[in-house]
């Protein structure tokens, strides 16, 4: 039995500060980032997914700066976000309320993805989300 990791091309990865302007900084780099490789139409949601990863390491990491990457998987087929931070703490998909405003984020990231999830990196954690390609 043959096993073959996962062809993957690097986009961009970068590191940002911990403030509110980053989630927004993080979008416009990806937007860039995908415009450049032709794929800005094949990740609508990535985007969205972005702001929403590095909104939740901002606001609960307790950290100086974060980081981000953007990869392709498999020639293009599919888009790679992760978002790392210090801090070891699992990322927590909450229930929120019907009329809260916040805590929706999580749920939000599992929709727009194909698939999400985390894994304990020294020291802290990465929070990854995988977008499929949209023609």
Not at 7 to 23: D, E, G, K, M, N
Not at 41 to 56: I, R
Not at 94 to 100: I, L, N, T, Y
């Amino acid at each position: 039995m043959s096993t073959t990791a996962a062809q993957t091309t690097p986009l961009i990865a970068f590191t940002l500060p911990s403030t509110p302007y980053s989630a927004q900084l993080a979008r416009f780099y990806v937007r860039a980032a995908l415009s450049y490789h032709d794929l800005g139409g094949c990740f609508e949601d990535a985007e969205t997914v972005t702001s929403e990863l590095v909104t939740n390491a901002i606001t609960h990491a307790n950290a100086d700066t974060i980081s981000l990457e953007l990869a392709c998987l498999e020639r293009a087929a599919a888009l790679v976000i992760v978002v790392t931070d210090p801090s070891p703490a699992p990322p927590v998909k909450r229930q929120p309320a019907d009329d809260a405003e916040h805590w929706r984020g999580l749920h939000l990231v599992e929709a727009l993805s194909a698939h999400w999830g985390w894994r304990p990196q020294h020291p802290g954690k990465a929070v990854y989300a995988i977008l499929t390609r949209k023609e």
